[in-house]
């Protein structure tokens, strides 16, 4: 432990802190760049040693400020409910148990895990008591209160352990529009029979098949769930990435029903018909999202240069994020600070092919998604470009 800015005689009287306090409370004063040291008191304040000033004690509801967010994502995938009670499942004093992955923010790392259980306590409010720990790389998080079918849910951190020794505070939890992963299946890339994990996803019951592919993998998986009849008893296949070339490819009679998002789609106006047959005069086919936006976002440059007469990036940029967006592709579409070019989004269902009154009229919107809801919140971005 360094010492330049506290005297030995204090540390000395800590000494006998234990290792886990210590890195807990450098983790903590990382966030003070002007901090050189810290130690715990027994009174559960901190004593902080300031380069070039006396020491200082800090309440404790002030240290605990300085504490990081942590911000995961659980993948309820094991969540088994076991009726108690009687009369069959989703009855009050019904179990539900679950030991599920927990990643990064992004959804992109997996971070730990969490295990515990929740008692329901009533069906029509959708409540349960809950019970569990979050463990992490560094430790554990315990918590515990009411959480919600259908509304975000506050619960109590009552302690852990390691790096988060002592820690108390609370655990938000968003609610996903009441939705609940009941099971996955990983399929290899590039195979070429789908059978097996479909017929998984077809007898799991669930309302809702979601195919995490793309390419040649999603139209295979589409086509052979289509034999299998799925989609057309109640449960509806969704593709998280598809195109339009995709759908036409496959034909409406295989892909009708499905559900997908798209950010564009060339029968919406009269403004994206006249480009999309602009384009098809030269391509043959119709433009997909990508490709739509490949276009907009090169005539947004090139109106930025043009307005900024220069071609230097920080003033060209500068111009791109002050510019509203509004052609074919988006209205009122903005370039945030991250970055990020935020726009309405549109949920599609394929067409069964006695809807479809010519080529390519494949879709039929369902909804329109705003940009604030369609994606992430600026306050929820890790880009370092964002102040915080």
Not at 231 to 250: C, F
Request: hydrophobic share 40%; proline share 4%; charged share 20%.
């Amino acid at each position: 432990m360094a010492s330049g800015a506290i005297p030995q005689e204090t540390l000395a009287a800590y000494s006998a802190l234990l290792d886990a306090e210590e890195r807990w409370l450098k983790a903590v004063l990382a966030r003070d760049p002007v901090a050189a040291d810290a130690i715990l008191h027994p009174d559960y304040r901190l004593i902080v040693g300031i380069e070039g000033q006396p020491l200082r004690v800090i309440p404790r509801q002030e240290w605990l400020a300085w504490l990081p967010n942590y911000r995961i994502t659980e993948h309820a995938i094991t969540d088994t409910e076991q009726p108690l009670a009687p009369g069959g499942k989703d009855k009050a004093g019904d179990i539900l148990t679950f030991t599920n992955p927990v990643f990064n923010q992004a959804d992109t790392n997996q971070v730990g895990h969490d295990e515990g259980f929740c008692t329901r306590l009533n069906v029509s409010n959708g409540v349960w008591e809950c019970l569990w720990t979050t463990f992490l790389d560094g430790g554990q998080i315990t918590v515990q209160g009411p959480y919600y079918d259908k509304k975000n849910s506050t619960l109590s951190v009552t302690g852990g352990t390691g790096t988060f020794a002592g820690v108390r505070g609370e655990m938000g939890l968003v609610a996903k529009n009441g939705g609940k992963v009941i099971g996955s299946v990983r399929a290899p890339l590039n195979v070429a029979d789908f059978s097996s994990y479909l017929l998984q996803a077809q007898s799991s019951q669930a309302k809702v098949i979601g195919l995490a592919n793309s390419g040649a993998d999603t139209i295979n998986a589409i086509k052979q769930g289509a034999e299998f009849g799925v989609g057309t008893s109640g449960q509806k296949l969704v593709a998280l990435l598809a195109y339009i070339t995709d759908v036409n490819s496959m034909g409406l009679e295989a892909a009708q029903g499905l559900l997908l998002t798209e950010a564009f789609y060339w029968d919406m106006n009269d403004e994206t018909r006249a480009w999309s047959r602009r384009y098809f005069d030269k391509m043959k086919k119709m433009p997909n999202m990508v490709q739509a936006g490949a276009y907009s976002s090169t005539i947004h440059y090139l109106k930025a240069v043009a307005a900024a007469e220069t071609v230097e990036a920080s003033a060209v940029m500068k111009m791109m994020k002050a510019t509203p967006i509004n052609d074919f592709f988006a209205r009122d579409g903005r370039i945030r600070e991250d970055g990020r070019m935020v726009h309405d989004m549109y949920l599609f269902e394929v067409k069964k092919p006695s809807e479809s009154r010519e080529a390519w009229d494949d879709y039929k919107l369902i909804a329109t998604i705003p940009a604030e809801e369609a994606f992430q919140p600026l306050s929820e971005s890790t880009c370092p470009l964002v102040k915080k």
